[in-house]
């Protein structure tokens, strides 16, 4: 079979766009944590499925019959994907991971005293849902970023008999840590919880084993989105024990979620259509499918070795300059594996410059700010009690020109080390002030933008 090659497999890597001083430079896209560029072969599935896009599960016509078999296939697909046993795990469809969580967390039937925890780590996706449902409690991190397993020990123990959920980060969206994913289920499991990993990241880099039912290391429920794994057409999936969802009413009702109906009588239907109300997203199934078409084909240990280059190049890069700030572990361990999210500050420069110059100078695309994980930005910037308080109350005020937060790049499966080295280069000048705009902050939006620079009016094209 011919090798695939990862940088042209995914559409969009040949664009140059207009940069600072007029011309162009080709874009570099190091922001694959937030979302990742369509995957050839996905927007190709999509190209050829559009003239048998129908009605799925109630329509009889041909072109019906090819929908449902595909949008079926599509939680089959996400099932072997992560080795899942169908007999016992369900897939439903959802839009992302957020979308996933918050299902699962109006799903789960808590009582009074039950205790979800999670941990300072987490994107708020796989925070704010069990804070809403349930009182939540947050493993600490310790100084170097890491989940603190003593910590997790020691809450479990404190709050033993109540946990009925451990929910965590298969890899951290800022620095890209990995948790002992296997060790942490097996406590939870001897603890009698649940255990749920958030695949937002892992999913994309990573081979995931979810494991066999009733196995000490096996999850309990998978997480993940289409959009962070080349998929990007609004489908995301949640995988759990069907008992769950068996027992009481879907969180949301309405077409497609019943067998049978009468005004005194309503008979759900099986799994998944009962948690997945309304006509569905087939396109986005479509294309989830064939990411995960393209995953099976290249294998992820191809994909891991390229992208474990790229973070070690980039660390060995960052270290050779003085003055920034890298969060999380500065260096490659040996023996422990993490994705490639890379979060840093420039000394004396405001994470937003920093983000402008290399976008505005260098056509590179970074993040910049919170990236969703405050309690652990928080930490990792040492911030205190009355720091964050203090930026609260100027946030509250329409302040924004002083929001803590990091810059972060974050590779994909195409991105190469002569992306860095380019990237490295504006660091460079950044650093040594040698960058050509005049930058001014937007106090109420909280984005710096350079002067004389115009978007053409129509920028995409
Ligand atoms: C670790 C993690 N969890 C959850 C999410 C939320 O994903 P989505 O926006 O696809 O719902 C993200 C998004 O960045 C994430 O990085």
Redesign the pocket.
């Known amino acids: 079979m011919k090798e695939i090659n990862l940088r042209t497999a995914v559409v969009g890597t040949g664009i140059s766009v207009p940069v600072l001083g007029g011309g162009r430079k080709r874009y570099i896209n190091f922001d694959n ?2 979302s990742t560029p369509p995957l050839k072969v996905v927007w190709n599935a999509l190209e050829k499925f559009k003239d048998y896009y129908s009605s799925v599960h109630r329509g009889t016509g041909y072109k019906s019959v090819v929908s449902t078999r595909a949008y079926d296939d599509a939680h089959l697909n996400a099932l072997k994907f992560v080795g899942a046993d169908s007999s016992y795990l369900a897939s439903i469809l959802v ?7 918050n299902k699962l967390a109006r799903r789960i039937e808590f009582q009074r005293d039950d205790i979800v925890l999670s941990s300072i780590m ?2 708020h ?2 925070d704010l849902p069990w804070r809403k449902a349930v009182r939540t409690e947050h493993i600490e991190i310790t100084d170097s970023g890491h989940l603190d397993l003593d910590d997790y020990r020691q809450k479990l123990l404190k709050y033993s008999g109540k946990i009925k959920l451990v929910a965590v ?5 800022v620095t890209g840590l990995i948790p002992p994913l296997n060790e942490m289920a097996v406590m939870a499991h001897q603890a009698g919880a649940l255990f749920l990993v ?1 695949a ?2 892992l999913a994309p880099h990573r081979k995931i084993k979810i494991g066999k039912p009733g196995e000490p290391e096996s999850f309990d429920f998978l ?1 993940f ?1 289409g ?2 794994m080349y998929a990007p057409f609004g489908t ?1 999936v949640l995988i759990g024990p069907k008992e769950i969802f068996y027992h009481g009413d879907p969180d949301s009702v309405g077409g497609g979620t019943v067998n049978y109906v009468t005004l005194d009588e309503i008979q759900w239907a099986h799994l998944p259509d009962k948690e997945e109300p309304g006509s569905p997203n087939v396109p986005g199934a479509v294309a989830l499918s064939a990411a995960i078409e393209f995953f099976n084909q290249v294998g992820f240990s191809k994909i891991a070795e390229h992208e474990r280059e790229l973070t070690k190049y980039a660390l060995e890069k960052f270290s050779k300059f003085d003055g920034i700030k890298l969060y999380g572990p500065d260096h490659w361990i040996k023996g422990e594996d993490r994705v490639g999210a890379i979060s840093f500050n420039i000394d004396g420069v405001y994470h937003a410059l920093t983000a402008a110059i290399l976008s505005y100078e260098g056509a590179i695309a970074v993040r910049n700010g919170c ?2 994980a405050h309690p652990y930005i928080q930490r990792l910037l040492s911030m205190s009690e009355e720091d964050a308080i203090r930026h609260r109350d100027e946030i509250n005020r329409g302040i924004r020109s002083n929001v803590p937060g990091m810059v972060r790049i974050s590779f994909g499966i195409y991105n190469t080390k002569s992306e860095i080295d380019r990237f490295f280069q504006i660091i460079e000048k950044i650093i040594t002030g040698r960058y050509k705009g005049k930058y001014q902050m937007d106090s109420r939006l909280g984005e710096v933008l350079p002067d004389n620079f115009r978007f053409p009016s129509n920028p995409a094209f």
């Open positions: 944590a937030a839009k992302n991971t957020t979308d996933a969580v987490e994107h996706s796989n980060s298969g890899a951290s969206n958030d937002a990241q997480v989105s959009h962070k995301g990236f969703c």
